[in-house]
Nanobody
Framework: EVQLQASGGGLVQAGGSLRLSCAASGLPFDDYAIGWFRQAPGKEREGVSSISSSDGTTRYADSVKGRFTISRDNSKNTVYQQMNSLKPEDTAVYYC???????????????WGQGTLVTVSS
């Protein structure tokens, strides 16, 4: 059974930082790209960042470029998302997902974890 366990969410003030983790099991982690997505109340789920399985190529949504950094540690089957300079509009449930390619499109992902809530207060 494939499991993706997202953690690290919480309440932070605007300008603060959080680091999310996504621990994977039940799949050949080295062969999968991992993406972070988020969904705010009343909004569609959107791609935030992704990292490829092969050379660690990263992609970011324009809204988070320069503030968020995605990385992976294949020895721990874990992907991280460091989020700096957080803004109230970053408030959402954040999900990690796995796919063969580093998509930023939710419908292209094969496996999903449960979400972790990030709340940024102004």
């Amino acid at each position: 059974e494939v499991q993706l366990q997202a953690s690290g969410g919480g309440l932070v003030q605007a300008g603060g930082s959080l680091r999310l983790s996504c621990a994977a099991s039940g799949l050949p982690f080295d062969d999968y790209a991992i993406g972070w997505f988020r969904q705010a109340p009343g909004k569609e789920r959107e791609g935030v960042s992704s990292i490829s399985s092969s050379d660690g190529t990263t992609r970011y949504a324009d809204s988070v470029k320069g503030r968020f950094t995605i990385s992976r540690d294949n020895s721990k089957n874990t992907v991280y998302q460091q989020m700096n300079s957080l803004k109230p509009e970053d408030t959402a449930v954040y999900y990690c997902a796995a796919a063969a390619r580093p998509w930023l499109t939710a419908t292209m992902m094969d496996y999903w974890g449960q979400g972790t809530l990030v709340t940024v207060s102004s």
